[in-house]
């Protein structure tokens, strides 16, 4: 019944949007070839396998213990497949170091190699998953408040190392899975208050980053990621926008764009045109920053879908990799990766339904009335529906199903969680 209601409301968005010149069959193939790269660390608070025992550091917070979350490889797998089970498409794992696979020994972060992710390369073969990486900086008890910036040579020579490292790691992987691995460098270097030494720090970083990256390598990417502040470091972030930008922008290196690591009023889907004249691509950290770089679940909100509109406007789609960042404690944690990529889906979607062709005449000849009556009214075309059929090409619940199915899962697996 549902089926034949999802069939009949698409034929007529077909319609609809062909009246104003949008294929949606080929919308639909588009979609098919829109891969997320999911964040691991949803699913377990960014707690990862180290097993120190230590707590979140890095200017970063996890709030929330709802029930259930991930303790170990198996779950935290488990987890992520049955997420993926109930969103339409094939996407990536975004993989921290933390996340390696260290068989309940402590492997210290300038020690880890390519043999502690062989059973997440493993994996990803087996479930068609190809992975993305992260080196890590916090959480640990050389982090404080600067490590890839850090006056102290040992303290500096300690992270440099550790992201060679993860560049080697990825590039193994990347050659294994036959499709180049994105490594984001994000380290929280900063102070809380003022400071003084702002150039030094700048500069140590610059020199870091040039032993880490002084090694080509074929099959990985590396991307960079600036912030505004984190907690306990609001002050002065030695990675600024204006450092990394530059940092990319000089070296033709790919720069990550998190979506909560702006001022809040700032655009950041703004940014697309202007970066991409000037760094090769872009890695997307998409989040939804409140009040602050919160990380709350994505949800299909303004600046997400200005982002996503910007990305096909500029005829990016190529150019970006489309990372998640967020993380939640306080609810179904698969049932919030669920929702985010679902959400940063349908912001995909609709930029794809755009009748971009009749809004970019519009705007040439000056017909401002014209372009905003038709960008309003592209709010209320049944884009749905056209995501209703993705859904269901897909084999995946559509709509409000997946509720019930996330919940099915809670009841089975994750509630038996101590
Ligand atoms: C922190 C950065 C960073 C992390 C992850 C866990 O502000 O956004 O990307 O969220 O690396
Ligand atoms: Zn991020």
Partial sequence: MKEELVKKAYEVAKERYAAIGVDTEKVLEQMQNFHLSMHCWQADDVAGFENQGGSLTGGIQVNGNYPGKARNIDELRSDILYAKSLIPGTHRLNLHEIYGDFGGKYVDRDQCDVTHFQSWIDWGKANNTLLDFNSTSFSHPKSGDLSLANPDKGIRDFWIEHSKRCRAISEAIGKAQGDPCIMNTWVHDGSKDLTVNRLMYRELLKDSLDQIFAQKYDNMKDCVESKVFGIGLESYTVGSNDFY?????????????????????????????????????????????????????????????????????????????????????????????????????????RALLEPIATLRKYELDDKKFQRLALLEECKNLPWNAVYDEFCLRNNVPVGEEFITAVEKYEADVTSKRA
């Fill in 245 to 349: 930008t530059s940092y990319a922008a000089k070296n033709n290196m790919m720069i990550t764009l998190d979506t909560g690591h702006f001022h809040p009023t700032e655009s950041v889907a703004d940014k697309v045109s202007a970066m991409l004249l000037f760094v090769p691509e872009l890695m997307l950290h998409v989040s939804r920053p409140v009040r602050w770089d919160s990380d709350h679940v994505t949800i299909m909100d303004d600046p997400t879908q200005d982002l996503f509109s910007e990305i096909v406007r500029a005829g990016a789609l190529d150019r970006v990799h489309y990372g998640l960042d967020y993380f939640d404690g306080t609810l179904n944690r698969i049932g919030a990766y669920v929702i985010g990529s679902r959400a940063a889906q349908k912001c995909m979607l």
